[in-house]
């Protein structure tokens, strides 16, 4: 109702509520009158089926006050809760209201267990199982639907339970992450390289990188090529995380295996975003994530490969 620019439609609305229930009122005090009647016998003249008449007595009491009771309600109703256009009722209820307070209340409840959390080392806390099966639900609602629900990813989605990471796997730069988000951003190099034939020699030679089969003879070309890629993934193909370039040695593809796919990343470029969740947990929600994140690479503390 606060939509509104004016007052004209809170009070036509409360105006169409309140002539209603009058209309009730006034509905049930011309039907519970005797009605005039002709017939000696308490009839109205109305007959069904050849012998079903229509009586003309009075409305039942219980039922006139049930009716009563019902409009008593309703304006007892509109005194406390929002119901009459704008007017928000005495007990000042909402629904968003209603939800913060329960969120309020749950908060409460979880915030001694939050707060041992928050004091232990990200390490200790992906040992924790209560801990991380706090941790598991907030990945199933929230990142899931991205990363899968395995955290295996997909393809443009990174695999969050092996080593390999474009920004670096530290349960801080994990929470950086999952506060900010990340983007990680190839622009297309094809210009930069040369012509399509030396495109297909540089993809030749980044194939050569991580040992994967490979035209030696183009690769060897391409390798001069790649100093315009060495920028961002340094001279030797490993990738720098504090730019999130791709690792291009360790067999492991975000975005496709393949000349075919190389070569779309060198002329088409990529942008690849992960949003920012920091508005939607609370620090100590994203300590559990983070550690939880953590410990999906690093089972019982050891990191694996
Ligand atoms: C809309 C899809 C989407 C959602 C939701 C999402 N992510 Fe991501 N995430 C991505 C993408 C895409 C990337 C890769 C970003 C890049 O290329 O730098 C990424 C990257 C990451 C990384 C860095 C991986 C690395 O290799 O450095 C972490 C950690 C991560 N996500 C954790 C999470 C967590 C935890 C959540 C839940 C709070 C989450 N993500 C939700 C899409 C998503
Ligand atoms: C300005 C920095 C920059 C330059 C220059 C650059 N890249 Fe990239 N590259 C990136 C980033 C960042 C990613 C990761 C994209 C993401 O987050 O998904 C990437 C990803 C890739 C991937 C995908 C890796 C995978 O796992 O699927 C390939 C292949 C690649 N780059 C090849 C090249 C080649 C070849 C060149 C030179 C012609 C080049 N890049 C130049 C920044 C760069």
């Given at each position: 109702m606060s939509d509104f620019t004016s007052n004209f439609w809170s009070v036509y609305v409360a105006g169409i509520t309140v002539v209603s229930i009058l209309a009730c009122l006034l509905l049930l005090w011309v039907t519970g009158k005797a009605k005039a009647t002709t017939a000696s016998d308490n009839t109205t003249g109305h007959v069904w089926d050849g012998d079903l008449r229509e009586m003309n007595n009075p409305l039942p009491r219980w039922w006139a006050w049930l009716f009563v009771i019902t409009i008593v309600f309703a304006l007892v109703y509109l005194a406390l809760y929002p119901g009459l256009g704008t007017y928000a009722g005495k007990l000042a209820w909402t629904s968003s209201g209603q939800h913060q307070t329960e969120v309020d209340k749950g908060n409460a409840e979880t915030a001694p267990l939050y707060a041992k959390f928050s004091a232990m080392k990200p390490e200790d806390v992906a040992k924790d199982a209560q801990a991380m099966a706090i941790g598991e639900r907030l990945f199933m609602n929230n990142c899931a639907q991205c990363h899968g629900s395995d955290a295996r990813g997909n393809k443009g989605i990174p695999?969050?339970?092996?080593?390999?990471?474009l920004g670096g796997g530290t349960p801080e730069i994990i929470k950086a992450d999952i506060t900010k988000g990340r983007i990680g951003m190839m622009p297309p190099m094809a210009a930069a390289v040369g012509t399509a034939d030396d495109v297909k020699n540089v993809a030749q030679y980044v194939l050569s990188l991580s040992g994967s089969p490979h035209d030696s003879v183009r690769a060897a070309l391409g390798k001069e090529k790649f100093v315009v890629c060495a920028a961002c993934h340094g001279p030797d193909g490993k990738g720098m995380q504090a730019l999130g370039?791709?690792?291009?040695?360790?067999?492991?593809w975000l975005h496709g295996y393949g000349e075919a796919a190389i070569i779309a990343m060198i002329n088409g470029g990529k942008t690849n975003i992960m949003p920012a969740h920091g508005d939607k947990f609370s620090e100590a929600q994203i300590h559990v994530l983070a550690s939880y994140v953590w410990g999906l690479s690093n089972k019982g503390g050891v990191a694996a490969k």
């Open positions: 695999n969050l339970t092996d080593n390999d990471w370039s791709a690792n291009l040695t360790d067999n492991i």
